[in-house]
């Protein structure tokens, strides 16, 4: 239930909770490194203690052979100062000849001698050595040296008092300062939040701001606003698509309306007003549905659901396709190809042949009768160049960044007589993009213009 609440809790109460966790368990590993240090130090020191105070007595048996009393009370005298050391000396039958004041621990001497050895009993915590040595008097003795660890432990006991109070302070004080930081430090994410309520489709205006250093939650903001950069970019051209494209339909359909209308009442009985009629709605439908499929073009394009099949190709042979075509449709121009290097590029064949009769066909439109169109291949290293040039009336220099919007053309009142949706030249960008070709238009009003698509060769 507890792993529940803190899963659904703020970003900043888990990170309170981890911080104040790694916190915790950093000071239990520092505090167990430091309590086993000194528990190691501790017991080194006694160790120390108790081989000393056993090479005094091994030194005054063996210096005091002769004329030693093992019965003298005062013969641990000078190792008194030792504290919490206690000496019993024990004859071979078992008989106690000399011993400590307050010696009450009750540790059998046998072997190994001469080596410090630890004993637990109960709250008891001792250390000791026994030893064994040959006098004259007394015959084999026994002697041995205890030191009792009762101020140690006692010390540390209160080490560990203190370290678990100052471990709860800790960690409290760790919650505490790590809530506020954490607080401070997600701050900018509250304001995030606010700020993307308060942005709508009607309200794409408004902007995410945060202040202070660069950091991710800086760089989160403004990939935010580049975000919503791009949409407000997207509806607006979606917004303009659709009115452009309800404007072009209009006329159509008011075009269709009007015959049907005129069918409705002459056209039973009139021949001629039924045959003009039914010739200007089929050519009317026909637009609509040309105008259609380019519309589906460009969604799928924006969509990218368009589906492309590059494969390799001769781009000359292609080239060499249009041109004969060309010829053929239309009689009124000079349709050419002065320059047709071979040439094998990798794109889709269907969509390079497209966007090369768009910019044919735009030629045909704007150019007067007999005049020139000309379509030509040059190669330069590992690039290719289409360069489909004319004579006709020419683009206003004002005009040429907005011929490859979607629905644009140019003064209407220049080409009154010509139709067109405005949708062809975006239609060939799409290709060209796609490929990632790249597309110059030259132009000068009335002399004609050049329009140059760079594409990758193999």
Do not use: C
């Not at 304001?191 to 309520?197: L, Y």
């Not at 975000?227 to 979606?238: A, E, T, Y």
């Not at 910019?359 to 005049?371: C, E, H, L, W, Y």
């Not at 080409?415 to 070709?437: P, Q």
Request: glycine share 6%; proline share 2%; hydrophobic share 40%.
């Amino acid at each position: 239930m507890n792993f529940r609440i803190i899963k659904s809790a703020k970003i900043s109460v888990k990170l309170t909770f981890i911080y104040a966790f790694m916190f915790s368990l950093i000071l239990l590993l520092l505090n167990i490194s430091v309590l086993y240090g000194i528990r190691y130090y501790l017991y080194n020191q006694a160790n120390k203690e108790i081989d000393d105070v056993s090479i005094i007595m091994k030194n005054k048996i063996v210096s005091n052979n002769e004329h030693l009393d093992l019965l003298d009370k005062e013969l641990g005298y000078n190792v008194s100062s030792k504290e919490n050391i206690f000496i019993k000396v024990v004859q071979e039958d078992g008989k106690i000849l000399n011993l400590s004041d307050k010696f009450n621990y009750n540790i059998k001497i046998k072997e190994p001698f001469n080596k410090v050895k630890k004993f637990k009993e109960h709250d008891e915590h001792l250390i000791y050595i026994n030893l064994t040595s040959e006098t004259k008097e007394y015959g084999v003795i026994y002697i041995q040296i205890v030191k009792d660890m009762d101020n140690e432990y006692d010390f540390m006991k209160i080490l560990i008092i203190f370290m678990l109070i100052s471990d709860f302070i800790g960690i409290i004080a760790s919650i505490i300062v790590g809530y506020i930081i954490s607080k401070k430090m997600l701050g900018p994410i509250d304001h995030i939040i606010k700020a993307a309520d308060n942005i709508s489709i009607n309200n794409l205006k408004e902007r995410i701001e945060i202040p202070g250093p660069n950091d991710e939650l800086k760089r989160l903001g403004d990939t935010l606003n580049n975000m919503i950069d791009r949409l407000q970019d997207s509806f607006n051209r979606q917004t303009q698509f659709v009115s452009d494209a309800s404007h072009e339909l209009r006329t159509p359909i008011a075009v269709i309306q009007g015959y049907a209308n005129l069918l409705h009442r002459w056209g039973k009985d009139d021949k001629e007003a039924l045959e003009k009629s039914i010739d200007a709605i089929k050519l009317e439908a026909s637009n609509m549905g040309s105008l259609v499929e380019k519309l589906l073009f460009l969604a799928k394009g924006d969509t990218e659901n368009q589906r492309i099949e590059k494969k390799e190709f001769l781009l000359n042979e292609l080239i060499y396709e249009v041109v004969t075509e060309t010829n053929i449709i239309d009689k009124n121009h000079t349709i050419s190809s002065e320059k047709n290097n071979n040439v094998s590029i990798f794109a889709d064949y269907k969509m390079i042949k497209q966007m090369v009769r768009i910019f044919v066909d735009n030629s045909i439109k704007f150019t007067p009768a007999q005049g020139n169109i000309d379509i030509s291949l040059e190669t330069k290293g590992k690039r290719v160049k289409i360069i489909i040039s004319d004579s006709g009336i020419g683009i206003p220099k004002d005009e040429i960044q907005n011929i490859f919007e979607r629905f644009y053309t140019v003064d209407k009142s220049r080409s009154k007589d010509i139709a067109g949706t405005g949708l062809g030249l975006s239609i060939a960008k799409w290709i060209i993009d796609v490929h990632k070709g790249e597309v110059n238009v030259q132009s000068e009003e009335g002399k004609g213009t050049q329009v140059t698509v760079i594409l990758e060769t193999l």
